[in-house]
């Protein structure tokens, strides 16, 4: 497929970011049930938000900033209308997650009070707006205060783990946001920038 992520246990080889989340809570013992749990009306409900996020979030933040921020990088022009129409599909996706996903008392989704593989799978995608800087992220998510909570009890459960797993989104940040070190680029032409974003790949 040449897409990301991919693993290979042993002689296993899975790609597919839901199924490699699946498969890691599934076949390595002592993952806590939370995470993907053995009741089958919980685990339907993830797979009923997994579902939901491949043509509904997926489509935002992935779109924003690989039309904007990275489009350089990837070396493909800016397109700022299809940065517009994801957008568009995140502002509706980050609603219904307060409306629907986040209803109730729970601090995760489903009103849950832990987290499952589909809070991973939801606050990373949009953990990529990082990349827009602050100032952009904030307009994006200001209005979606319940959302910003999730995030951030997403990350308190998940620590240290989660930021170490941002780190590199962190660093490509930084160099996106300051311009100086935006267009360094070594002997061989590939670009500083294009250098971190592989370099965990
Ligand atoms: N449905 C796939 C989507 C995978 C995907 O689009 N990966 C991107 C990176 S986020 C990729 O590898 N793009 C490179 C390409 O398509 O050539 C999943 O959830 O794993």
């Given amino acids: 497929m040449k897409q990301l992520p991919a693993i290979v246990d042993g002689r296993f080889k899975l790609f597919e970011s ?3 989340l699946v498969y890691l809570a599934s076949s390595f013992p002592g993952v806590a049930d939370h995470w993907y749990p053995a009741d089958v009306f919980k685990r339907s409900k993830i797979h009923s938000v997994l579902d939901w996020h491949h043509s509904n979030l997926r489509r935002g933040p992935t779109t924003i900033v690989r039309n904007t921020v990275l489009a350089p990088v990837l070396g493909r022009p800016l397109n700022p209308e299809a940065a517009a129409e994801g957008e568009k599909f995140l502002s509706a996706s980050l609603s219904k997650i307060e409306s629907v996903w986040l209803k109730g ?4 989704l489903l009103g849950g009070n832990q987290p499952s593989i589909a809070d991973l799978s939801l606050v990373c995608d949009i953990m990529q707006l990082e990349l827009l800087g602050e100032t952009e992220r904030n307009r994006l998510l200001g209005p979606y205060k319940e959302v910003q909570q999730w995030i951030e009890n997403t990350r308190n459960a998940t620590n240290p783990h989660f930021d170490e797993v941002h780190e590199i989104l962190m660093k490509a940040k930084e160099k996106l946001q300051n ?12 670009s ?10």
Wanted: charge should be positive.
């Fill in 18 to 20: 839901h199924a490699i």
């Fill in 192 to 201: 500083d920038m294009k250098r971190t974003l592989h370099s965990r790949i």
């Fill in 105 to 108: 008392n729970g601090r995760f």
């Fill in 179 to 190: 311009p100086r070190l935006k267009g360094a680029n070594n002997e061989g032409g590939e």
